[in-house]
């Protein structure tokens, strides 16, 4: 975990010192298509596990559910943040 956010970090960091960089401009041509080819093999890991694919049952009713409570909780703090700002904004 630690090793990802510092290699976040450091991806943020080398591209605030480097933003004037003009060949890295044509960097974010490209992160779609890797993201794409990370997603697509993500699937064949997936798809090639003989665990996952005998309880993609369970596995989706507890993803819809967490996906489920994600988008509630999402909507609920929006709403009141809208709310929030209204008020402020009115007086």
Not at 61 to 81: C, D, K, R
Request: hydrophobic fraction near 55%.
């Amino acid at each position: 975990m630690y090793t990802i956010l510092s290699i976040m970090f450091l991806g943020i960091i080398s591209g605030y010192i480097f933003k004037n960089v003009s060949a890295l401009k044509n960097v974010e041509k490209t992160i779609s298509i890797t993201i794409f080819a990370l997603l697509f093999i993500l699937g064949i890991s997936v798809g090639s596990n003989k665990m996952i694919i005998n309880n993609l049952g369970e596995f989706g009713s507890q993803a819809f559910i967490i996906a489920l409570m994600s988008l509630s909780g999402s909507l609920l703090a929006t709403a009141l943040i809208i709310k929030l700002f209204r008020k402020g904004g009115n007086k």
